[in-house]
């Protein structure tokens, strides 16, 4: 089996300051946008910081063809419940 590698760039943008979690949270707008798209809860979590080396990790052992990562020639496939399980994010 042959497996083609692809590059990927990643830019992780970290809220660095409150001043826009503020803005937006006195926004009625916004906050109806946010409910409305079912994004309120992502963009509550507070905190939540890039693992920079694990995302680089993954990025090397993904492969498109494949629709999963490969490590030591097994697939790994990740569905939705194993996102929910890992970030606790239902």
């Given at each position: 089996m042959k497996y083609v590698f692809c590059r990927m760039t990643i830019t992780w943008r970290e809220r660095e300051d409150n001043a826009i979690d503020n803005q937006?949270?006195?926004?009625?707008?916004a906050l109806y946008a946010l409910i409305?798209?079912?994004?309120?809860?992502f963009f509550k979590i507070p905190n939540m910081k890039a693992n920079i080396r694990l995302l680089e990790l993954l990025i090397h052992y993904w492969i498109g063809k494949e629709d999963a990562f490969v490590i030591d020639q097994m697939p790994l496939r990740i569905e939705i419940e194993d996102i929910d399980f890992i970030t606790g994010i239902s």
């Open positions: 937006v949270m006195e926004d009625q707008n409305g798209w079912g994004l309120l809860k």
